[in-house]
């Protein structure tokens, strides 16, 4: 079976975020917006974590995903389906409405591409280490490596005995 591990972990947490803000908070900006962005990256997360899908795909689906579950809310998906009474139903496909929900969505989508990138380009927070431009995108070029030509080969010098004059 493949499994990325990091993504996994990441799947367990953000599920277990999203079910602290669906059981303990009432709040008009956590909840709806901050949680509906998560549920993206978590839908992401999952797909990475059990799939061989790419970063790109795998995003595309968790807002379809996404958007799907929204059209649903729109039309009663949960009570028409015979899962109304199932209290769990009703959190993870949610029963209302709210056309802000796309925007949630889509910040959810755009969140995802931007750590990835980040990621995959290298770049850390925090300063760059002195004496270096930026990790990416360098604004100033860093010097040049020396080759064992310029530089003199370390091992091979350390066996050889020390130069002699040629006069």
Known sequence: M??????????????????????????????????DSLAVTL?????????RARVRPAVTIALIVATMIEIGQR?????????????????VL????DPWDFSAYAAGGALVLVVET???AGITPGPAPAGSACRRGRSAPLPAR???????DARAASR????????
Request: hydrophobic residues 45%; charged residues 20%; proline residues 10%.
């Open 118 to 120: 980040v990621r995959r």
């Open 2 to 35: 493949f499994v990325r591990p990091r993504y996994a972990i990441a799947t367990i947490l953000l599920l277990l975020a999203e079910t602290g803000i669906a059981l303990f908070l009432r709040d008009p900006l956590i909840r709806p917006h901050v949680g």
């Open 43 to 51: 839908v992401y997360c999952g797909l990475r974590a059990g799939t």
């Open 146 to 152: 020396p080759t064992p030509r310029d530089a003199g």
């Open 94 to 97: 949610g029963t209302g409405f």
């Open 75 to 91: 039309f009663g998906a949960v009570d028409r389906l015979g899962f109304g009474t199932w209290p769990i139903a009703r959190v």
């Open 160 to 167: 050889a005995s020390p130069p002699q004059s040629r006069h």
